[in-house]
C-alpha cells in the first residue's frame, strides 16, 4: 500500500497538510520578488538597507501577530473583526494600570516612575486580560447565543472602541514611560531584529506548532471543514470555538502591549482597518475564508505585503496611497486564482 | 474488550431499546419503538420515509437523546449521554451524510476525536499527532475493507468519490466498533459492485462477532443479508422477525400496515 502511495501521491511531502500547499511559497516568491524590485530601483539601494528592512519588521510585527491568531478563527470557519478596538481598549486599560502602578499622579507627570518594574508587569498582564475577556465576550456571545461571529464581533468592535473612549475621556493616556520605547519597543537584537518581532516569531511558532501538530489544530480545521462531521466524530465544537475567541481576545492583548512599548503611548483613534488588513493577509496567505484549509507561514508572509508596498513606494517617490489600492487588488486576485485552483482539483 | 464484555453479559442481546418516545415538538417520531441485536447478527431495519428508523439509531448511537424508553447494552441498563459515550461502548454509526470532514485527509479523518498522540520527547510534551501511527491503522483498515481505488490516506476527501466517501466511513466504523455498528443507508449513493463491497464488510463484520444494524430501503438484498428484520411504522417496531421466513410482500405488508400470512393464521 505504501509503496504505491508513493508511485501515485503528488510529489509533495506528504506530511505537509493536504489542503495547504503551494501558496505560502508562492507569496514568498511574490514577496522576495517585490524586495528586490524596490531594492533595485531604489535610489542608491536604500530599500536594501538593514534600517530599512528592520523598520519594515518593526511595522508589520502587530499585523502579524494578529494575523496569526486570525488564522485559526477562519480556520475554524468564524470571523473577528473586532480585533482593532480590542487591541485600542486593552492598551488604554493596559497604560491606565501602568501609570496608575508606576508612581504617584506627581511623580509621573514630572517623568519620574519610582515603581516602573512593578508597573509594567502589571501593565502587561492588565492587557493581556483585558484582551482575553473581550475574546471570551466574542466567544460566549457566538456559541451561547449563537449568534454569527460576523454580526457578533462586527457589534463588539463598536462596543470595544466605545467602551476605549470612555475610559480613557477621548484622548490618548498620558504620561505612558518612554522607556518602553527607548529600551524595548524599537530595540533591536544585534541592531537587526527588533524585540517585539521575535515575541512575534514566538509566538508564531507556538501557534504553527499548534495547528500542525496538536489535536488543538486539527480540531480547528475539522470543525471549520464540517462542523457536524466533527460534532458527530464527538469533538465538543462550541467549547473549541469558544477556545478560539479567547486566545484571539489574549493575543490582542499581546498586540496591545507591543503597540504600547512601540509608540509610548496610546493609540485612540487607530486600528480601525487592522481586522480587515489581518484577514486580507490570512486569505491572500491561501488560509480559507470558509474554513477547514490554513496556513501560518501563509498568513506571516501574506504580512508583509502592504508593508513591503508602503515602504518600498514611499522610497520611490510614489505616494503611499497606491498601496492600498494594490493590496486590494492582491486579495481579489489571490481569491479567485486559490478558487480556480480548487475547482481544477475538484473537477 | 468484546469478550470482556461477553462474560459480563446478563442478556443475549449486544443493544436492547425497548419502548423508546421521542417527540421533536409537534412530531411524534417515535411512539414506542425497539431494537433488539444479538452479537455476530446483522439486522435490518426497514420501514417506510418517516418510520423513525434514523430517529431509533440516533438514540441508540447516543446523537439523540430518547424522552422516556430503556436502552441497555450488554444487558446493563445505560442512558448512553453522547456521541463518545456511545463510541466507548464500542459502538460505531455509519451516518446516511457521511459525517466526514472534506478538508482533512482520509487518515484525519478516520482518527477524527482519537488520535494518537507520539510519545514525545518529555513524556508526550509537546502533544503531538502520532500521523505515521494514523496512516499505518488507516491504510491496514482501507485494505481490509478491500478498497484499491484510493492512492493515498493523505488524500483530502473533498477530492474522493462519492462511493469512495462511502468506503472510508464503513472502514472507518469497522475499524472502531468493538460492540456493533449501526450503518444508516450505507449503500445509497453506490453502484452494485461498490455496494457489494459494503455487503461484504458488513458480513466480515459480522463474523468477527459484531452486531450489525442496517437501516435500508433495498429490501430484497436485505432478506439475503440480514439474519432479522425489524420493520417500523409509525415511530413503532411493529414485527422483528428471521429474515428467511419472510418474504418481500410480506415485510411491504408490514411497512404498510396489512398483516401478514404469519399474524392472519
Known sequence: MSRITAEVAPPTPSRFGAAARSTPVAMAVIVVGLIVLFGVLSPNGAFFRVSNLSTITLNVAVTMLLAVGITFILAAGELDLSIGSNVVLSSVIAAKVLVAVSGTYDEVRAGEYPDLAIGIVAGTIAAVLAGTIFGAINGLLVTRLRISSFIVTLGTMGIGTGLAYVVSNGVNVAYVPRVLQTSFGIQKLFGVVPYPMIVVLIISAVLWYTLRKTRFGLYTLAIGSSREAAERAGLRSMRHVLMLFVMMGALSGVAAVLDLTRFATTNIGGHQTTALAAIAAVVIGGTSLFGGRATIAGSMVAALIPVILGTGLVILGVPSFYQLIVVGAILIAAVFIDQRRRERLNA | ?265
Open chain 2, 1 to 265: 474488550m468484546v469478550l470482556e464484555r461477553r462474560a459480563a453479559r446478563t442478556s443475549e442481546f449486544v443493544i436492547e431499546a425497548v419502548d423508546i418516545v421521542k417527540r421533536f415538538g409537534h412530531v411524534q417520531a417515535l411512539s414506542g419503538a425497539s431494537l433488539q441485536v444479538r452479537p455476530g447478527e446483522v439486522l435490518a431495519l426497514i420501514g417506510d420515509n418517516g418510520a423513525g428508523k434514523s430517529t431509533l439509531t440516533k438514540i441508540v448511537c447516543g446523537a439523540l437523546a430518547p424522552d422516556s424508553g430503556r436502552l441497555a447494552f450488554w444487558g446493563q441498563a445505560t442512558s448512553v449521554t453522547s456521541i463518545r459515550h456511545a463510541q466507548e461502548l464500542g459502538v460505531e454509526t455509519v451516518y446516511q451524510d457521511l459525517a466526514l470532514a472534506p478538508d482533512l485527509s482520509v487518515a484525519e479523518n478516520m482518527f477524527l476525536g482519537r488520535e494518537p498522540i507520539k510519545p514525545g520527547i518529555f513524556g508526550g510534551w509537546p502533544p503531538a499527532l502520532d500521523r505515521r501511527r494514523m496512516r499505518q491503522a488507516a491504510e491496514e483498515a482501507i485494505a481490509a475493507a478491500g478498497i484499491s481505488t484510493l492512492n493515498s490516506v493523505d488524500r483530502a476527501v473533498r477530492d474522493l468519490s462519492g462511493g469512495q466517501r462511502q468506503a472510508i466511513a464503513v472502514a472507518r466504523a469497522v475499524m472502531w466498533a468493538t460492540t456493533a455498528i449501526l450503518m444508516d443507508e450505507p449503500t445509497a449513493a453506490l453502484g452494485t459492485k461498490q455496494t457489494d463491497l459494503v455487503y461484504d464488510s458488513i458480513r466480515s463484520a459480522a463474523k468477527r462477532g459484531l452486531a450489525v444494524v442496517v437501516i435500508s430501503h433495498d429490501i430484497p438484498r436485505m432478506l439475503d443479508l440480514a439474519d432479522r428484520i425489524a420493520v417500523m411504522r409509525q415511530g413503532r417496531t411493529v414485527a422483528t422477525l428471521p429474515a428467511r421466513d419472510l418474504t418481500l410482500s410480506d415485510v411491504v405488508t408490514l411497512m404498510l400496515g396489512g398483516k401478514t400470512r404469519g399474524e392472519a393464521a
